[in-house]
């Protein structure tokens, strides 16, 4: 065989060669992806604590072939509207002053996101967050400009602080003392993770941050990046608890990056909790629960002291998931 040839015989053999291998990976690729589309799980919506209405509301949405977004509003708004949730909309606690003052934020797939900060007289911050975010050039409004943006956007005023909670207030005067009381009695802000049948994914976070806060205080639950973050290509998390520490962690983005290195949403949730309390040496005055979802629709919590749980849909069932803690003993 004359060398020309022998090198275009080689060549073409060799094209055939990678050609045929490189055939068998793009079928071997095709075959993973639809085995990890199979095991997808979708479409899902899991929340922050047991609030099975919410998390129902937003299931529903999803359920009848809704987008994640449209998805995670409902969900949180339903919280929002419950009276006896008293940390988020109506029905809230108070500042020290007596003001109910709310925070909340959402996210959607393309990474867009919209949040209100110390929020007054409106009952769907989370609704407003979302107005922020697709009729402003803006990410955050606060207070008095938040308001009046809420009531141009057609929002009505309401009073929101009920009587329940303001008598609540008068006998918290009495000693006017401020601790972050460990779970749910006092932690029952909502973060929502959802994802779609196309298999997109948006979050949602509302709150009316710590009881009888110093007024003007905002927390975690708005601020995107640390009550909530969500990148469609590797999943979101979302946080309660003590704001403070999530926000000096950057913690929901601490989470979906965790899980872009390859982590599971339980493992990074883990790690997002041991780096707070690597902070924090032997504190154990303070609660912090954190929630994430993968793109494969795996999910994970992990939290401070025992009692963190989360609500998760799927079309397997509707379930509140016990989540496993830093330190194991329950005591408070
Ligand atoms: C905050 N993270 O304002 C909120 C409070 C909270 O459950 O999550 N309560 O710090």
Redesign the pocket.
Known sequence: MKRRNFIKNTSLSTAGIISASLLASCEDKKTVTKQENAKTIKPISVC??NFENANSKAWEVLANGGNALDAVEKGAMAEEADIKNT?VGIGATPDRDGNVTL?ACIMDKDGNCGAVVYLQNIAHPVAVARKVMEETPHIILAGKGAEQFAYEQGFKKTNLLTEEAKNRWLEWKKTSKYETIINIE????I?MLTMDKKGDIAGA?T????AY?VGG?????PIIGA?LYVDNEVGGAT??????E?IRTVGSFLIVELMRQGKSPQEACEEGVKRIMAKNKGREDF???FLALNKKGETGGYCVHPGFTYRKATSAGHTNEQVDSFYKKKNH
């Open positions: 922050t604590w940390t925070d006092n932690h029952d802000t973060g976070c709150t009316s941050g710590m806060k205080r905002v927390g975690d639950s009550g946080a309660t608890g003590v704001g403070e999530v609660q912090i629960g």
